[in-house]
């Protein structure tokens, strides 16, 4: 430490001379410009600009951040339509959008966008960051605050540059210091307080040569009349500052030590913010959340994985190798992943994006390849998109657990860390890509350790297309242990379900340190979630709710159906689906049925099966749901007399225009409120007085044209409309999904207006949402004035089935199309006819009219036929009438029907249309059966099979039936046995072929039974007792079929005994024992002994010797073996072999 001192002591007494050399940059500043620069006054605009404490934001500034006030008036009589502030975004400043708040309250997301607007170049490089504020009241106040972040590279003597605009004039330059804020060295002094002995060592020597004076200071200070005046110091190097530098840092013995196999590099980027220790941190509310069409999506990997072995305790016999991954072929990297997202459509814009990334750290007492210390944690990671060049990603915030199970080793225990950083610009400047590759995640190196460590990292992606449905998004970021059997529960504060109907919703969450082997009972853990229906069970790929953080990324739908995500989306690399100690689980859920309406908290909680825990690091989670946005439409059209929509109007002549205004229902709905339109009147338009009219809505009637008495006025040669529930003479209302309102009101084309003309009109709506989001719309109805001739017209008419081939009992459509077919001519009371054949029949309630008005003043069906009568027809618009018919089952089958109609009107001679149809079977229905005429046959008997057929549908046509049957392979086929049975027609085609039984038949009309019939044969080496299944199968080209079957059973055949005696001594003397022998056997292959009796009857003169009696043989042995009265029985079983069975006595 002394040694840090002595440095800087030697840094700051150059400093110090050089301040006393050069003049100071502030003081070049006071003498160019007396007065005060951060002030503007004059043109009705009064703004003073300041950065103040952080306290304005409640602690919630991180270090390299402050925060700059501006206190805002309108000092003259009249409204600013618009003032721009616009603050210059050079030397490394980054202003926070969200970050804004007007009058102390934040600003909402979806409101950011209209009051922060940020000016690019052609390279996308942000020039300045601009406050728009619009509709500035006379005499109102404001004060605006934003945040903005300093780049590392950060000179603070820096005066922030502004310039002002009022209603798109320049009004004024200002400048504003950036002083009173800590320097960067004096951050990382602090940095370096907090951390352990070895990290200051090691920071001191590189601490102390980012503190040379090595660049350029320039202090600038300018108006709309003066240019801007520059000072600068000159970059002055200090050899005598490096060589003790130098000297110091050989000194160090914890320098010594350093190598990059013990600690990774430092970098210029490494993080500044403080790392945040303890068990449950973070989650509650959000860290990011909008409303927006487009999607959420992420992705993820590991950067520390398996070897081929799986990973296990040591106490259970496994090996606990591990590997890291790198896969990039890039030696400046030392690990490395891809990931794949899900499909992003194109024309999507990135709206969001956060990268996560955590390791385990081990303990701080181990050898340096089984340890992260925190200034490694401190260094940045690498990102690209795709194949793009690597950017340094340095992190916004990191989290510490420590005392994490089984860390360190089998017992012991040890530190994890996650971090993460909003990677917005990076993924903007590079462009949204398929796949996603992470490097240099800082992690334990030893591969050899049988800890439970871990390395990996999620990304997250929120992007912005309007092609897609609006949907509420949200991120939250923390870090909670998960260390006993008892619950640990998360709060996932202001979720923003819809408040009624059905909606899509998505939930997912990330975790570290899972489940990193196969079937560890260890590590099993339970986990549940809790979105305003009581807690529900996760459950992993494989269905296991007391697995559930298993070391896998999935995707899990509404249906229940589990993915992996390496394997569904291709990029991933490695593609594994044991993700060691990774968990990013994406839940697909529906509402209200999984998710309640109008839901804004959600719960998730987590436990251990065992007493040393599992889920050691849950990084984040993110919800997406279906946000209930209106859909504000406007129809605007011009309308004749008859209410016909029209593009031409003569000179003189008066017309309506009709304006329709609809939330209409598409995408998931909401009501819109304040609706208010306007219609400012083309300059060659007399307005009808007191013309105006709401046709239909809630507020339905007519309506005057004087101002503050009801929802509608003249004023201005315009027309100003408020509409939906509600609305009233200042404000409009609200419009609810799917309501609408229709307004009219009437004009003249002024008589002065020359032929040709076309006259344009514009009609403008606007409102907002519950959130105050504002939706604006327009639509034109332009007519061209004319002077046509009226002429007679000419009738041009069509008829058409809808089916020229129906069956009997179908429906046909009929439509007669007619249409006047002469530019301005007149058709003059146009009637259509049409009789229907004897062998149709009216389907009730049918007949329609279809096209533009008018439409006909009669419509009916009456005595069998068809009548319509249209009024005068002035156009050239095609108009019908539509009505269906039934062909009756009484119909003849392949008889042409013809229906005719006529078209006439007063002046033409009638149109005589016709069509014809042709009647059809109705579809057939096949019914197939099939037998045997044995189901018991024995080895090598015949069995004869009949498969027969039938059409079950009166009038019922199959247009062909094919019946093939595979021979199973324990039959055998009889030569010339097969045959077809039953009516005509025969089959066409009849054979066997390869074993099959094929059989074809043309087009079957009748309801007849038919059948084929043939034989086959009992395999020998078929199995007794084994039943064979013999399938056919029955079908038709219209893709019916019937598959029927039969079984049979084959039995032995009869078997056939045969017997031997003999004797061991045919001349025995007296006293002495004889033994005999009886042989007997099953002479018939495959055949059946049902039951065997042996009985011999002992001669006069011969004694049984006790005992003596036994059966020898291969079973089965037999059921009774005794000797009774002198006579010797033996009963056997059944006998299905040929082998001999053999009995002895004496």
Known sequence: MKQVLKCFNVVTMITLLLSIILPSPSAFATEINKKSWDELQGNDVKIKADQVNAEMYKGEVAEREHVFQYKIENTGDTPIRELVIKQNNDNGIEFLSQSV??????????????????????????????????????????????????????????????????????????????????????????????????????????????????????????DKNTSAQKTEIEKIKQPEAEKQLEKEKKQSPLAVKQSDAEVQAASENASKVQIQTGDKQGFGDPLYSTIAPGNLVQTGNVTLGLTSDHYGRQSMGYKTNKMTVDVDNDDSTFNSSTGAFPNIPAGSKVKKAYLFWTAAMGLPGNIADRKVTEDQVRQPVKMRMGNKEYAEVTADSIRKADYLPYISNYSGSGAGYVAYADVTNIIAQQGISQTLTVANVPQIKDVTGGGYYWGNWNLILVYENYKETVKDMKIWEGLVSQKSTAWTDISVNKINTPKEGAFKAKFSYFSSQGDPADNDGYAYDYGEYDFGLGYQKFKNIKGKDNDVNDSSMTEVQVDGTNEFVTKKYPGYNPDWTNSFSTDIHTYHLEGPTQVKNDLKEGKIRFRAYGGGGDIYVLNNATFVTEHNAPNLQVDKKALDSTGKEVKEIKAGEEFTYQIEVKNDTKNNQAPVSNVKGFDKLDDRLEYVPGSIQYVSGSNKGNKTDDASDDEAEFVNNQIDFRVGEGANAKDGGVLKPGESTVITFKVKVKDSVQSDTTVKNVVVVKGQDSAEIKYETEDDANVTVTTPKEVPGEIEARKIASNKTPKLGEEVEYRITFKNKTKDGRLDVLTIEDELPSSLEYVKDSLKAEGAKPEPVELKFENGKVIAKYPEIMDMEERSIVFKTKVKETAKIGEEIVNKATVRDKTNPPKNLEEKITPQHKAGKIAAKKKATNKKPRLGEEVEYQISFKNTVENGKLDAVTIEDEIPANLEFVQGSVRAEGAAPNPVELKVENGKIIAKYPEITDTKERSIAFKVKVKEEAKAGETIVNKAVVSEPNGQTEHPEEKITPDYKYGKVDVEKSVTNQTPKLGEEVEYRITFYNTVENGKLEKVL????????????????????IKPEPVELKVEDGKVMAKYPEITDTEKEVLFLK
């Not at 009985?1095 to 009696?1109: A, F, N, Q, R």
């Open 101 to 222: 708040k007007v009058n102390g309250e934040k600003l909402l997301e979806n409101k950011v966008a209209d009051f922060y607007v940020e000016e690019k170049d052609n390279g996308g490089k942000v020039l300045s960051s601009n406050l728009k504020i619009q509709d500035l009241k006379s005499h109102e106040k404001m004060t605006v605050l934003i945040k903005a972040r300093r780049a590392q590279h950060f000179n603070k003597e820096y005066k922030q540059k502004i310039s002002v605009q009022k209603d798109q004039l320049q009004i004024g330059n200002m400048s504003v210091d950036v002083e009173g804020l800590p320097s960067e060295e004096k951050l990382e002094a602090n940095t370096d307080d907090e951390a352990d002995s070895s990290k200051k060592a090691i920071g001191s020597t590189t601490d102390s040569k980012t503190k040379e004076v090595d660049g350029k200071l320039k202090v600038s200070v300018e």
């Open 1094 to 1113: 042996v009985e011999d009857t002992l001669p006069k003169g011969v004694e049984y010797v006790k005992d003596s009696l036994k059966a020898e043989g």
